[in-house]
C-alpha cells in the first residue's frame, strides 16, 4: 500500500490524464445528448492519450464510464435512451491506467440551470472533499477523513451514502484501505507516507438510503433524491496531501 517512487511517479501521470479527460467531457454535456454519447467521446479521448479505461470489465462492467444522473448515486450505465435535460445534474466518474497504474475520479455536472439546492449539493460534497484534506496526512486515520466529510455533509442538511467507500489504489483500482464518507476521529486504517487513497463523498439530497436496480450496477436512492459524487486521487505526504487528479 505504500508506493515507491517509481509508482508514484506513473500513478501521477495516469491521474493528470484521467482528470484531463474529465474536464474535457464535462465540456461536451448539454440539453440533448444522450449519457452513451459522453461515453463515445470518453472512448476517443482514451485513446489520444493512449491510456486504458479501468473500469471496461472491471467486475464485468460493461463500459469506460459510470454516468448517474439525477438519483443515481453511482454506477450509471450510459445509456443511448438516457437523453440530457435542463436541470439535470450528471455525476461522470472516470478511472484509467497508465503503464499497469490505476487512476479514478469523479465530478457532478449542472445541465443548464438547476435548483439551488442542487448546486448546493453539489459544491457541498466538493468541499467536505477539501474539509477533509488537513487530515490527509501520515498519522492520522481513516475515521479522522470520514468522520470530517460526514459532519460537513450534514451541517449542511445533506446526507453521507455509507454504502460504498473510498479506497488505496495503485496496481489496482481498488486498495487496501477502505476510506468511508463516515466515522469516528482516532479510528480506522493508519495513513503512512506515500499511500495513495481516492476520496469520493457520495452525498444526497434527503435520505442516504439506496437501491441497486435490476442491471446488477446502478445504485439510486430509494426516495428519488438527487445525488452528487466527487472524487479524487490522493498522494500522502509528510508535508500536506498532493491531490494527483488536478490540473
Ligand atoms: N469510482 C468508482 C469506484 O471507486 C468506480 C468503479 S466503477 C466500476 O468504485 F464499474 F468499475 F466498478
Ligand atoms: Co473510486
Known amino acids: 500500500m505504500v508506493k515507491t517512487k517509481e509508482e508514484i511517479e506513473k500513478i501521477r501521470v495516469a491521474c493528470r490524464i484521467c482528470k484531463l479527460i474529465l474536464i474535457e467531457l464535462g465540456k461536451i454535456l448539454k440539453e440533448g445528448i444522450t449519457t452513451y454519447d459522453i461515453e463515445m467521446q470518453a472512448e476517443k479521448l482514451f485513446k489520444e492519450h493512449k491510456v486504458a479505461p479501468a473500469f471496461k470489465d472491471y ?70 472533499f477539501n474539509r477533509c484534506l488537513s487530515l490527509v496526512v501520515p498519522g492520522k486515520r481513516t475515521g479522522d477523513i470520514g468522520s470530517v466529510i460526514e459532519a460537513f455533509v450534514k451541517q449542511n442538511k445533506f446526507s453521507v451514502v455509507k454504502d460504498f467507500t473510498g479506497h488505496g489504489i495503485g496496481k489496482e483500482l481498488h486498495e487496501y484501505p477502505d476510506v468511508p464518507n463516515f466515522g469516528k476521529h482516532g479510528t480506522g486504517a493508519l495513513l503512512k507516507e506515500n499511500m495513495i487513497i481516492a476520496i469520493e463523498p457520495m452525498i444526497t439530497e434527503h435520505s442516504a438510503s439506496v437501491r441497486i436496480l435490476d442491471n446488477g450496477w446502478t445504485v439510486i436512492t430509494n426516495d428519488g433524491g438527487f445525488s452528487a459524487h466527487y472524487e479524487n486521487c490522493v498522494l500522502i505526504k509528510e508535508g500536506g496531501p498532493e491531490i494527483l487528479t488536478k490540473n
Do not use: Q, W
Open 59 to 128: 467486475r464485468g462492467y460493461p463500459f469506460m464510464l459510470c454516468v448517474s444522473v439525477n438519483e443515481e448515486v453511482v454506477h450509471g450505465l450510459p445509456s443511448k435512451e438516457k437523453v440530457l435535460k435542463e436541470g439535470d445534474i450528471v455525476s461522470i466518474d472516470i478511472g484509467a491506467i497508465y503503464e499497469g497504474y490505476y487512476s479514478d475520479c469523479a465530478d457532478t455536472f449542472p445541465i443548464g440551470k438547476i435548483s439551488v439546492e442542487h448546486k448546493k449539493m453539489i459544491d457541498v460534497a466538493r468541499e467536505s
